[in-house]
């Protein structure tokens, strides 16, 4: 059994948000990176969605804008070094998105910094909100144990594995720091980064099923991007 049931992207809630998605808001940047070739495009987080996102678009846009809430990244220092080498991409710290320009399509947002109040515009092509993923498990709220929305592998109570006795679970999701989880599993979590022209593209964080090993793992893990 495969729980194959995808996440939401996480909004940023200003208004307008939903009428522009698609008209220069973005929040996936493999999908939607390649409209922006040769262009200005702003990365929303601190996380490693985040950074992902802005290396892969590092590669595709002129330039890119990574704009943080606060004054470190909380995404994994493998990102850090990368991020701060490429030579497109600036970090505005300690900034966030109060609201969109646009006409037709999104040309611009207005950014607040959270430390003195002081606002400025942003002239850009595309927004990439990189804020992190819902998990969409609707599905399984009152039959398996959740936290904050994904379903906990070999919970401490055993409600999981007794409800599920028998199979071998994956469980995908697009979380920061559960990308994929297993049921039925040994206690050992493996993180890795998937890389991408020797850069990190993905970030993953594995719990093995007990027959499967790590590299089975991982690889389905790839196969998902």
Not at 48 to 53: F, I, Q, R, Y
Not at 57 to 69: C, D, G, M, N
Not at 88 to 102: L, T
């Amino acid at each position: 059994v495969i729980l194959a049931m995808g996440a939401f992207p996480r909004e940023l809630g200003l208004g307008n948000e939903s009428m522009l998605r698609g008209r220069g808001v973005s929040y996936c940047a493999t999908c939607d990176g390649m409209f922006y070739k040769g262009k200005t495009v702003v990365v929303v987080g601190g996380g490693n969605s985040a950074a992902a996102d802005a290396m892969v678009l590092s590669r595709i846009a002129k330039k890119v804008v990574l704009v943080h809430r606060r004054d470190t990244l909380r995404a994994t220092r493998i990102y850090h070094d990368p991020l701060m080498a490429a030579e497109n991409i600036d970090i505005m710290w300690d900034s966030q998105v109060e609201e969109f320009i646009f006409d037709e399509k999104l040309s611009g947002v207005k950014l607040q910094n959270v430390l003195s109040g002081e606002e400025t515009e942003l002239q850009l092509d595309g927004l990439f909100i990189s804020i992190g993923r819902a998990p969409a498990t609707a599905l399984a709220e009152g039959k398996l144990k959740l936290e904050n929305g994904y379903i906990v592998a070999n919970g401490d109570d055993g409600n999981t594995l007794e409800a599920l006795r028998g199979m071998d679970i994956l469980t995908f999701g697009m979380g920061e720091h559960n990308f994929l989880r297993a049921v039925n599993c040994s206690t050992d979590y493996h993180e890795f980064d998937i890389l991408r022209d020797g850069a990190p593209y993905v970030h993953v964080t594995l719990s093995v099923v007990g027959k499967h090993n790590v590299y089975n793992a991982l690889a389905a893990a790839a196969a998902a991007y």
